[in-house]
């Protein structure tokens, strides 16, 4: 199972961030083989939409579950119609959350936890 | 004549700027662009003659030609499609309706539907033609309307924009292809902060600019220093004046009420003009 956690740095030792669509980083770990990589999100700079791009491009990438701070509305459609699971509410070490998610301690969110521009920093 | 009357900071006093000018001079067309809080009209308070809906196209797949190749996704500069397991999901309030995914679909299985985004209306009062356009109410697109309203410049008459404040879209969709800018701003940090941001985005548009400092003998004296470091002419100030606020307060124009200040806003025409000639 591959997933894609929004971090902010390229490591595993890197913060969740709390913004799924603007945070610079996702780590991609696979939950088989242990592998991992973090990829720049292009998203993050977005004018307009970020949520809806930032969606778009994880589901590209063939991508189980995501795991981040909190999910906006938009993103969260995309990621339901794509079939991916979402796991928010994270917080701390990337490494930790891994962990945490193996053991199953996290549950899949129902619906979004912050309007629309949360990760523009204008608040809830 | 084209002149569009904006600012970086909001509340500085672009609708009083852009009123008082109007109805100073002969033969204008004011035009409130600023479309999500238009207010011209409260000071104004023209005669409506007509009304006009402004919609866009927004896209409507039909899912039995559709098969998922995501072309549409890739063209939309705006975000505003997502294509996943085949599927395509539009978001129309991210669309600026520009048409790039139906124009692109290589099996022509976008239609169009329009989508009422907003209303214009125009009317006159006395010599001054007004026209301006309103933003639905849950719309966050403004600038389809904004270009709708600018359709209305007349090159015949003297046309005065008010701009909305900022210095993102909405701002640029309403000063570019103007003739002249004028800022209008306050002695305060903000105002200099604000200023400065919108002489950036009028230097880029290489458009011919002034300021105008309103409340001038409040605050500082660095919006003044500011605009000879730039080498930004200040075509006019006006004070803080307690009669000025009161006329404001009360729906009034200032140069209805204080004829003395007509002249000075024609003196400001003037100034502008010399500035546009000397430019040519």
Known sequence: MKIAISSGGDTLRSEVDQRFARCPYYIIYDTDSGDFEAVNNESSTAGGGAGIQAAQKISDKGIDAVISGNIGPNAFRVLSAASIKIYSGASGIIKDVIDKFKKGEYKETGSPDVNSHFGMGRGN | MIISVASGKGGTGKTTVAVNLALSLANTRLIDCDVEEPNCHIFVKPDIESRRKVSIPIPQV???????????????????????????????????????????????????????????????????????????????????????????????????????????????????????????????????????????????????????????????????????????????????????????????????????????????????????????
Request: positive net charge; hydrophobic residues 35%.
């Open chain 2, 62 to 280: 039909n899912d039995d030609k559709c098969d998922g190749c995501g072309r549409c996704q890739e063209v939309c500069a705006y975000n505003a499609i997502a294509v996943v397991n085949k599927k395509v999901i539009v978001f129309p309030e991210l669309c600026h309706g520009c048409g790039s995914c139906s124009y692109f679909c290589p099996l022509k299985a976008i239609d169009e539907k329009n989508k009422e985004i907003g209303i214009i209306e125009a009317g006159r009062k006395g010599g001054t033609d007004f026209v301006h356009g309103r933003l639905n109410i849950g719309m966050m697109m403004s600038p389809p309307v904004i270009r709708e309203v600018k359709k209305y410049i007349d090159k015949k008459k003297t046309v005065i924009i008010d701009a909305p404040p900022g210095t993102s879209c909405p701002v640029i969709t309403a000063i570019k292809d103007t003739d002249f800018i004028i800022l209008v701003t306050e002695p305060t940090p903000f105002g200099l902060n604000d200023l400065s941001l919108a002489i950036g985005v009028v230097k880029k548009l290489g458009i011919p600019s002034g300021v105008i400092i309103n409340r001038s003998d409040l605050g500082n004296k660095k919006v003044e220093n500011y605009c000879a470091e730039e080498n930004i002419p200040v075509l006019m100030k006006i004070p803080f004046d307690r009669r000025i606020a009161e006329i404001y307060s009360g729906g009034d124009v200032i140069v209805e009420v204080l004829p003395e200040y007509k002249n000075k806003f024609r003196d400001l025409y003037k100034k502008i003009e010399a500035i546009i000639n000397n430019k040519k």
